[in-house]
């Protein structure tokens, strides 16, 4: 009943709390022979940690992934590879600073989890949150980097992307979507037009001690046909449960998700033709690349919201832990959009599932 793991054949059990010694992930499951070094890891770590630019967290951690188990090499190989035994992941804290909470240690921050936990566990770690904190989710793109790993051995060329498509009231102009131009901001925004007046906006969020939201796209490609189950195990049930899981994610959608509601059968049907190799073309992706619980072929497509940070500097009602009624506001270092780093845990997340069903797939068919 602990709930901290996720997945079935690909599975990932997270460990370790914000202003803990370390924190990591125990991934069982992952095939043997898939060549595997702590340098595969540590680019999508690069992407989520704090301190990359004034928009996020000043919190200075250099994330640096260890790989204490499930790997070897000796002098008859070329490069290390997993031996299928579970690959354990440890990520050092080395910034903590816990005295910046000390102000709300018996207070209550609207919109967090600090009620909840308290009233679950009868104790909660003020200290960055322990758990609730989204320094947790350091090593869940860890194992995402591990399932991208397992996901490129059974399938070959597979991509997996993400970019923030909308910032508070800011939002992206389809017209101008470029994958190129994620890597190129500080935002992952694929829209170059939006880049100074999303910074401008920001700005003015970050000054004014508050915080806003965001929408994150993540996109994968080069997934086959089949993988998902009609009822139970639904590919996008799963993406959801996952998505849902990131720290102050509030609602997903696959494909056009809630625009479809509006849409007539005629226009919301992902028509087919027959293609040159027998398999079918899709004329549109509506569905987001899964239909009934299972992948298409075509690229697999979703959508998350996430809701501005509740650690904010303008006071706020709230309660303590006595019941006595209060004011809060949260000094340290946070994030004015927490969505910024989700980018690369949602990409992550959409990886570990991804490869949990392909491992899933594999066992029954083959």
């Not at 043997?32 to 996020?56: H, M, W, Y």
């Not at 354990?88 to 240690?105: C, F, H, P, T």
């Not at 625009?259 to 079918?280: C, F, H, L, Q, W």
Request: proline content about 6%; some cysteine; aromatic content about 6%.
């Amino acid at each position: 009943m602990s709930h901290n793991s996720f997945g079935h054949l690909f599975r990932v059990t997270t460990f370790g709390e914000s202003h803990g010694p370390a924190l990591g992930c125990v991934v069982d499951g992952c095939p043997p022979n898939i060549p595997l070094t702590e340098a595969d890891i540590q680019g999508d770590l690069d992407r989520r940690k704090p301190g990359s630019s004034k928009f996020v967290t000043q919190r200075k951690e250099p994330d640096r992934v260890k790989i204490l188990s499930g790997v070897f090499q000796d002098e008859r190989m070329p490069e290390q590879v997993t031996t299928g035994t579970p690959i354990a992941l440890m990520i050092e804290n080395v910034d903590q600073r816990s005295k910046d909470y000390g102000d709300i240690r018996d207070k209550f921050r609207p919109g967090h989890a600090d009620y909840t936990y308290f009233a679950k566990y009868g104790v909660r770690d003020y200290k960055g949150s322990g758990r609730a904190s989204a320094r947790e989710t350091a090593a869940r793109v860890a194992a995402g980097a591990v399932a991208k790993k397992v996901l490129n051995h059974l399938y070959g060329d597979v991509s997996i992307r993400g970019a923030m498509i909308q910032m508070g009231t800011q939002k992206i102009d389809r017209a101008r979507f470029d994958w190129a131009e994620v890597a190129n901001n500080p935002f992952f925004c694929p829209d170059a037009a939006a880049i100074d007046p999303w910074t401008e906006y920001l700005e003015g969020v970050r000054k004014a001690g508050s915080s806003c939201g965001a929408i994150i796209e993540i996109v994968a490609e080069g997934i086959p046909a089949g993988l998902g189950a009609p009822v139970y195990g639904k590919l996008d049930a799963d993406l959801a449960s996952a998505m849902m899981s990131i720290n102050a994610v509030k609602a997903v959608e696959i494909g056009d998700g809630f625009a479809t509601a509006a849409m007539s059968g005629e226009e919301n049907a992902d028509e087919m033709r027959a293609g040159p190799d027998g398999k079918p073309v899709f004329l549109a992706n509506h569905a987001g690349g899964i239909i009934g619980g299972i992948s298409t072929g075509q690229p697999v497509v979703l959508r998350f919201a996430v809701k501005p940070t509740s650690s904010i500097l303008t006071p706020r009602k709230t309660i303590d832990v006595h019941g006595q009624e209060t004011e809060v506001m949260t000094k340290g270092r946070h994030d004015p959009c927490v969505g910024i780093r989700a980018v690369p845990v949602g990409e992550a997340m959409m990886a570990i599932v991804l490869a949990d069903h392909a491992l899933r797939h594999r066992g029954q068919v083959g």
